[in-house]
């Protein structure tokens, strides 16, 4: 089945840089790659998504990229800020499979002011 | 848009007794919706595929006749902890499945999730 490994577990940054989150999966059916972020004590919310159709997906200071060969998409963003402090977490699925998710493990972004 | 509401948001109950938690979609309909349970600092995992009008589908390991789930409308899906024990003190979340022109999408949206603790 699907494996997801994400990296880093953690990351620190300044206000204002970037942050780059990247995760792997295994299954080379999977076709589409969802980005969650999750507060303390809350639900995931939904960030952004790709489709193995595209290799690139932006919206404002969030991207995310996909190499279907290497198997890999990652997680930008950018001029961070202390509101972007949380667990991200991606996310991988077959889709017209049930719609399954498969997450990685998570990544607790600290943003410092 | 797309909201997913959970009900209730926090619960504390004594060992053996069961407890329902309601999941909904408040403005779209979703014929699938997945059961998470997430502890301190891991991943979600998913429990359950529940589908409206159907049985729903276990993952392995999960046991169905612990964790009941219902699905009886586009809107609402159910999960009882039945015979509840400690070590089911868990945070139990919900996703919908957006249905699109009577098609799934590939979209979920989680509810906000529900605290569970079993003295």
């Known amino acids: 089945g699907e494996n997801v490994e994400q990296h880093p577990s953690t990351l620190s940054v300044q206000e204002g840089d970037s942050a780059v989150i990247k995760c792997t999966y295994s299954d080379s059916a999977s076709n589409y790659f969802p980005w969650y972020k999750q507060e303390l004590g809350k639900g995931p919310q939904l960030i952004i998504d790709i489709r193995s159709n595209v290799g690139e997906k932006k919206d404002q200071r969030i991207a995310v990229t996909l190499n279907k060969t290497a198997k890999h998409f990652s997680l930008h963003i950018t001029e961070t800020q202390p509101e972007d402090s949380a667990v991200y977490f991606c996310?991988?699925?077959?889709?017209?499979?049930?719609?399954?998710?498969?997450f990685g493990q998570g990544t607790e972004l600290s943003v410092k002011p | 848009g797309a909201v997913v509401s959970q009900h209730p948001s926090r619960v504390i109950c004594k060992s053996g007794t069961s407890v329902k938690i309601e999941c909904r979609s408040l403005d779209f309909q979703a014929t699938t919706m997945f059961w998470y349970r997430q502890f301190p600092k891991q991943s979600l995992m998913l429990m359950a595929t529940s589908n409206e009008g159907s049985k729903a589908t276990y993952e392995q390991g999960v046991e169905k006749d612990k964790f009941l789930i219902n699905h009886a409308s586009l809107t609402l899906s159910t999960l009882t902890v039945t015979s509840a024990h400690p070590e089911d003190s868990s945070f139990y979340i919900c996703s919908a499945c957006l249905l699109l022109a009577g098609r799934n999408t590939d979209t979920q949206y989680f509810g906000p999730g529900t605290r569970l603790t079993v003295l």
């Open positions: 996310a991988a699925a077959i889709y017209n499979q049930g719609g399954k998710l498969i």
